[in-house]
């Protein structure tokens, strides 16, 4: 199986901050890279798909990019809606897997 | 609207048997590949298994291989997932979701999910 390796796995910042949390692939997967935003006790929320294709709805703030193994997920300024988990997702094969996710707090 | 109704969970004894329902609607069932994903209390999400649309192939992972079975039902826009020979590991919260596209890929659309707590 294809491991995704998420950093950091918590991380405290201010309204307004820009933030980057990374994911590396354990081979490569071309830009078969999407990213999820996770609110307790809700389900997950596409963002980015394709490492750097904006979901519908989602804000602009948001962004993505990378190939290969290495990936990143940009807020540009955090907003108070933006405090929460985040996930990245490998589909470059039939067993799709998670990072370990990402929780952004407030600082 | 795409909509996502997970139903079946509940609590059961470690050994026992459960058969999770999703209903789905706002969209054409059979032209999507669907999900089971998982995520345990405090934990992150694992993909579980995947049907291609028509339901004549399907993809599990590891840990549940040979325990869970996917299915769908394309008449009635559901989709299942038994789940057997349940460990006190398989305690989670299960979502259904519809992927992207007609491949296994990322998914767009997510059902609220529902609970299964394994326990003596």
């Known amino acids: 199986d294809i491991q995704m390796t998420q950093s950091p796995s918590t991380l405290s910042a201010s309204v307004g901050d820009r933030v980057t949390i990374t994911c590396r692939a354990s081979q490569s997967i071309s830009s078969w890279v999407a990213w999820y935003q996770q609110k307790p006790g809700k389900a997950p929320k596409l963002l980015i798909y394709?490492?750097?294709s904006l979901e519908s709805g989602v804000p602009s703030r948001f962004s993505g990019s990378g190939s290969g193994t290495e990936f990143t997920l940009t807020i540009s300024s955090l907003q108070p809606d933006d405090f929460a988990t985040y996930y990245c997702q490998q589909y470059n094969d039939f067993s799709p897997t998670f990072g370990q996710g990402t929780k952004v707090e407030i600082k | 609207e795409v909509q996502l109704l997970e139903s079946g969970g509940g609590l059961v004894q470690p050994g026992g048997s459960l058969r999770l329902s999703c209903a789905a609607s706002?969209?054409?069932?059979?032209?999507?590949?669907m999900s089971w994903v998982r995520q345990a209390p405090g934990k992150g999400l694992e993909w579980v298994s995947s049907?291609?649309?028509?339901?004549?192939?399907?993809y599990y992972a590891d840990s549940v291989k040979g325990r869970f079975t996917i299915s769908r039902d394309n008449s009635k826009n559901t989709l299942s997932l038994q789940v057997n020979s349940l460990r006190a590991d398989d305690t989670a919260v299960y979502y259904c979701?519809?992927?992207?596209?007609?491949?296994?890929?990322?998914?767009?659309?997510w059902g609220q999910g529902t609970l299964v707590t394994v326990s003596s």
């Open positions: 979701a519809k992927d992207d596209s007609s491949s296994v890929a990322f998914c767009d659309y």
């Open positions: 049907i291609s649309g028509s339901g004549s192939t399907s």
């Open positions: 394709k490492a750097s």
């Open positions: 706002g969209f054409t069932f059979s032209s999507y590949v």
